[in-house]
Structure formats: structure tokens, C-alpha cells
Nanobody, 125 residues
Framework: QVQLVESGGGLVQAGGSLRLSCAAS????????MAWFRQAPGKEREFVSG????????YHADFVKGRFTISRDNAKKTVYMQMNSLSPEDTAVYYC??????????????????WGQGTQVTVSS
């Protein structure tokens, strides 16, 4: 099992940048696929980015490609997401999630059985 704690959220102006971090505790961190999801008020939680256990493959939702980049440092048991060119539409609570295996799509919330508490990102115009 693994415990996840997000940090790095905050208030930023449109066009600005933030780097989110998700620190994990537990064994065998490199066995976990990791992902970032976000949820705005009144909306469904949606997939933002994902990364395989080795960090070899990364996946980004179309609406963040070219702006956000997921990465991980297994020695530090931490996953990151660099967010550039932020806009007010990016305002949401951002969650990190972990899983080992799922038979369906890894872009769905059902794929993940470990979640952090979330960190608020607010982008002002």
C-alpha cells in the first residue's frame, strides 16, 4: 500500500506556472503507475496526466499537451507535474493517484485505488 500527499498548489495569474508534487510513502513505489486528476466545482473528476512505474511512458490529456508535463523520481518516491501557461479554466483541486494494475483504461478514476487529499490550484484572470 501507499500513502500520497500533494503540495505545490496556490494562486497564480493567467500565463503563470506552478509545479505540483506528490510525495509517496510505502514500499515498491516503482511498481505503481501514477496519475494526476483534477476536479472543478460541479464537474466530474478528469484525467490530466499519467506515468508508468519506470517513468518510461508519459500520457497527457489533449487539453494540457504542450503546457503540462508529468515526471517522477523513484529515488525520492515523488511524482511531479509542471504546469505552464495556466489559464482560469485550469482552476481545480488537483489529486495524485496510484495503482498497480487495472484491466481497463488508466485514464479513468476507477483504475486507481490510492488517492491523495488534493491541492487547490486557482488561476486568476
Amino acid at each position: 500500500q501507499v500513502q500520497l500527499v500533494e503540495s505545490g498548489g496556490g494562486l497564480v495569474q493567467a500565463g503563470g506556472s506552478l509545479r505540483l508534487s506528490c510525495a509517496a510513502s510505502g514500499r515498491n513505489f516503482n511498481n505503481y503507475r501514477m496519475a494526476w486528476f483534477r476536479q472543478a466545482p460541479g464537474k466530474e473528476r478528469e484525467f490530466v496526466s499519467g506515468i508508468t512505474g519506470t517513468g518510461e511512458n508519459m500520457y497527457h490529456a489533449d487539453f494540457v499537451k504542450g503546457r503540462f508535463t508529468i515526471s517522477r523520481d523513484n529515488a525520492k518516491k515523488t511524482v511531479y507535474m509542471q504546469m505552464n501557461s495556466l489559464s482560469p479554466e485550469d482552476t481545480a483541486v488537483y489529486y495524485c493517484a496510484a495503482t498497480t494494475y487495472y484491466s481497463g483504461s488508466y485514464t479513468t478514476t476507477r483504475a486507481y485505488n490510492y488517492w491523495g487529499q488534493g491541492t487547490q490550484v486557482t488561476v486568476s484572470s
